[in-house]
């Protein structure tokens, strides 16, 4: 790696080590939600006003709730559902209907080589994914790239974190739980706005441009950018972890 010491990875999962089309994702996650709603008995429109509002409740979460406990507050104000009868009763979706949404995946054997190798020179790994789904979703897009949570000193879910990217309180919370310095990370991932901003505190950023997603299509050429196979090189000639 050009900048040392770096002693920690941050790897975002979906379009990067997850290579991924996320509009056609997110579009039948929502509408795969709202059909185990309906036949679990509530209504479609309300579901659907109610998980997005619970969705952008977490994004704009100020970190004085878990993003679950913020997701769950909206939800009932929303919907006028208990969270806790609407969470017990939609369980299973995350360990059935969810599955199906892995035709959106197009899986690489590239991730887990990456991952080994970085664990193998001695790097901190870390699943910095977007922490806006329950764990069983984590796991289980986990579970499309061949990867497991057992690989990773840390994986931002739900249940544990208080903010959402691009919110550098995301970061920071990453940071302070593994103990490290922003300037001992370097954050890989294919969002400029979600996952590039971490530069912002400090940490060294590699773009993966398989599934590049620049909404606001900033001028990217400041970032170090590749594939996700051009990221494997990248890893396999970077020199181990200094102890």
Excluded at 88 to 97: C, G, L, M, N, S
Excluded at 153 to 167: C, G, I, M, Q, R
């Amino acid at each position: 790696m050009t900048r040392q010491p770096i002693d920690t990875i941050l790897f975002d999962l979906d379009g990067t080590l997850l290579p991924l089309d996320q509009d056609r994702f997110i579009q039948d996650y929502f509408a795969r939600f709202v059909i185990k709603g309906q036949e679990l008995g509530y209504s479609p429109e309300l579901l659907l006003s109610a998980l997005q509002r619970g969705i952008t409740a977490m994004v704009l979460n100020d970190g004085s709730l878990t993003n679950k406990e913020r997701f769950d507050q909206v939800f009932e104000e929303a919907s006028g559902i208990a969270a806790a009868e609407f969470n017990e009763r939609f369980a299973p979706f995350y360990t059935h209907e969810f599955g199906f949404l892995r035709k959106h995946a197009s899986p690489s054997p590239l991730a887990r080589e990456i991952v080994q190798e970085v664990k193998e020179k001695g790097y901190t790994v870390v699943l910095a994914t977007n922490p806006l789904f329950p764990s069983q979703g984590t796991e289980a897009r986990l579970g499309w790239a061949d990867l497991a949570s057992s690989q990773f000193s840390l994986v931002t879910t739900y249940e544990d974190f208080h903010y959402a990217k691009p919110n550098l309180g995301y970061y920071r919370q990453i940071l302070q739980l593994l103990g490290k310095k922003a300037s001992s990370c370097l954050m890989v991932g294919n969002d400029v706005e979600e996952d590039m901003v971490a530069q912002g505190l400090g940490m060294d950023v590699y773009l993966v441009t398989d599934y590049l997603i620049n909404n606001k299509n900033k001028d990217i050429a400041s970032y170090r950018t590749g594939s996700l196979e051009d990221l494997a090189t990248f890893f396999k000639e970077s020199p181990p972890c200094k102890p």
